[in-house]
């Protein structure tokens, strides 16, 4: 059972507009939030992250926002360039356990053209 | 600073054969996952190492994986004997304590044919 889902498998954007990729969650024990990018034949990069006591949190071009309530979170990339071109992963954590793993979702790929 | 580090980076094995997944991860990384994808689908949990200890293995999918962390430094995931179903891309990320932020290791591609 995925306890964290992303439902867009792709998205393209054109150079210079913004990306928007969306991210929702099942386990309300969640409270902390991961972006991550991979290229192909690499491992995943950490992004950006976000606590549950924040809406928002911003990093340069890229921004994370959590909605609590619906349980959903969404990673913007303003302006999207071509090196943005990746998969990017979703993850939740529950900081109360001490198990520490993380929980991802099947990525989205993101295709920026010029 | 050294990332983490895989090897092999791609495994093409029979069934029933055995094949060993090693992981060094960052010097002074005292967590230390393994985590697997198959193609198309989410990255799943299969384990976490504190230095030498299991602190979570209820990922493992069987019997048939056995992973160890020797000292508290490198670790192996061995698959024996492997099937079709274990084919995906092995993943290892470690981190310091406290820390969500893993960096990861670029990956096994491990087919079992």
């Known amino acids: 059972d995925q306890q964290v889902k992303q439902n867009s498998p792709s998205l393209s954007v054109q150079e210079g507009r913004i990306s928007i990729l969306n991210c929702d969650y099942t386990?309300?024990?969640?409270?902390?939030f991961l972006w991550y990018k991979k290229y192909p034949a690499e491992g995943p990069t950490f992004l950006i992250s976000?606590?549950?006591?924040?809406d928002k949190n911003e990093d340069g071009r890229f921004t994370v926002f959590l909605n609590k309530s619906a349980k959903h979170l969404s990673l913007h990339i303003v302006p999207s360039q071509p090196g943005d071109s990746a998969v990017y992963f979703c993850a939740a954590v529950d900081r109360g356990s001490t198990l520490g793993r993380l929980y991802f979702g099947r990525g989205t790929q993101l295709t920026v053209w010029p | 600073e050294a990332g983490v580090t895989q090897f092999p980076s791609h495994s093409v094995i029979e069934k029933g054969q055995t094949v060993t997944l090693r992981c060094d991860p960052i010097?002074?990384?005292?967590?230390l996952y393994w985590y697997r994808r198959v193609m198309g689908k989410e990255i799943k949990f299969l384990l976490h190492f504190v230095k030498e200890s299991k602190q979570d293995e209820s990922g493992m999918p069987n019997n048939r994986f056995l992973a160890e962390r020797t000292g508290g430094t490198y670790s192996t995931l061995k698959v024996q004997p492997a099937e079709l179903e274990d084919s995906g891309v092995y993943f290892c990320?470690?981190?310091?304590?406290?820390?969500?932020?893993?960096?990861f290791g670029s990956g096994t591609r491990l087919t079992v044919v």
């Open positions: 010097s002074g990384h005292d967590n």
């Open positions: 386990n309300s024990m969640f409270d902390y």
């Open positions: 990320a470690s981190s310091p304590l406290g820390l969500y932020g893993y960096t």
């Open positions: 976000i606590s549950s006591i924040k």
